[in-house]
């Protein structure tokens, strides 16, 4: 009974939880959101522990909902989504902890918005219907959109309606590609595992089609150039919570549907190849435009970027080890570039300004934050024993037998970016020459949730079978 109903227990209870946060005090609304988030990290390591012991490459429930569409209410998790899912639990939990430290005004708001994209996020990775995706797909932009419109920065509002205006273009190309393929199948049907199988009776244009418009989605939403024009507006303006799931969780919708895009779409892999540059060159023009940066989470955004097209290339590398790299590499950057936002968002809480050029001697006033970024750009260019150190075995190890030695062309984009950050870390953390004094201390809510990041960064660095 628990192994048969954990995966729609996971996915709808978020969505919940929003119910008393509308009906209590805002005092307790961060408290629900806590709660609601460390109960779904508890159940995501309970369903990868049920999934793993019972030996099952997959966990599975359906429910009959509109048969007269052919769909149901269906939830799976196998190998690979299920770092997606403890990935996002883990994510949504740092970032519960620390929410209170930023968000000071309209706190029931917040916090419903947080669990509608908790639960979007959750339902997505889950889900087993084409139809139910894309449902999810649509909660979590819409949560995201009055996150930052609402609780964002002085361009908030220009960043929001960027951010809307991308996703109601990716929204409505998935759209159109779900509809051509429900059409198209031999069964009308939005289950995923029956559209696989029958995949190859598409006809040859359809095919075509559907990879044109589903591609052309998910790279808006990883995202990649030259797509990725509302990522750093978006994440500039967003609160640092915002930022935080926006990096960890959604920007991996992009990555986890262009998986299912090679999986359901034959003719999508005979352009791999031409996806791969296309992601290379992403990652690599992303390197050299952060480094012209002058505000750390712009900056941040840009090497989001890099990561993410690295992922992408693994996934067009169409074996096992790209994929296994590519949906640990979605992980790694979720754990990764959250941290940095966290502690991006303690540096302006502390001195009032991201401006690079601004800051100087912050190890001096605030050590914690200093020496925890310090390992955050360790991880992020593959320290071993951490995550990210595993993903880029993984990924070029299957990019380089997909694509011989082109293949390993990105890891220029990641000796780019160790400079720049090394850089980033003389320049304002460690220059004491011109110390600038910050306006007050970062909540305590920051270092439980940095703590908790990079316990998981290392714990799953060090130990990868547990989930590999």
Known sequence: MFDQFILPVLALLPFLFVVPVLLLNDKHS??????????????????????????????????SYINALGTGLSFQMNDLTQM?????????????????????????????????ALGSSLGLFLSGSM????????????????????????????????????????????????????????VPTFALSQIAASAASIPHSTQLLVFVLLALAFM???????????????????PTPGSMILAGTLLKYGGYGLFLLFLIDPVAQHYAMYLAVLFGFSAVYAAFVAI???????????????????????????????????????????????????????????????????IRGVAKSVGYVAYIFLFAVFALIGLPLTTAFVADIFIFSGAFTAFGIAGLAPLGAILILAAYLFWILERMFFNTEKHTEPYASPGAGIKYSAALLVLFILSLGIFPFVLI
């Not at 408290?31 to 990868?48: D, E, R, T, Y």
């Open 220 to 238: 808006i939403k990883i995202p990649v150039f030259p797509f990725h024009g509302w990522l750093p507006d978006a994440h500039t303006e967003a």
């Open 84 to 116: 997606l899912v403890l990935m996002t639990s883990v994510v949504f939990l740092a970032a519960a902890i620390s929410s209170s430290s930023f968000i000071k005004e309209s706190k029931k708001l917040y916090n419903s918005l947080f669990l509608l």
């Open 131 to 186: 139809l139910f995706f894309y449902v999810f797909w649509e909660i979590g932009e819409v949560a995201m959109f009055f996150i930052i419109y609402v609780f964002g920065g002085y361009d908030r509002k220009y960043a929001a309606v960027k951010f809307l205006v991308y996703s109601i273009a990716a929204s409505l190309m998935l759209l159109i590609g779900i509809i051509l393929l429900y059409t198209s199948v031999p």
């Open 292 to 358: 012209m940066q002058n505000h750390l989470k712009r900056a941040i955004a840009y090497i989001s970027i890099i990561d993410m097209g690295i992922v992408a290339i693994g996934l067009a590398a169409l074996n096992v080890y790209g994929n296994t790299g590519a949906f640990y590499g979605m992980l790694s950057h979720g754990f990764i570039i959250s941290l940095l936002f966290l502690l991006a968002g303690a540096i302006d809480e502390s001195f009032g300004t991201l401006l690079i050029n601004r």
């Open 30 to 63: 961060f408290k629900i959101s806590v709660l609601a988030s460390a109960i779904s990290l508890i159940l995501s390591i309970c369903a990868v522990y049920v999934g793993n012991a019972a030996g099952m490459s997959q966990l599975q429930f359906s429910y």
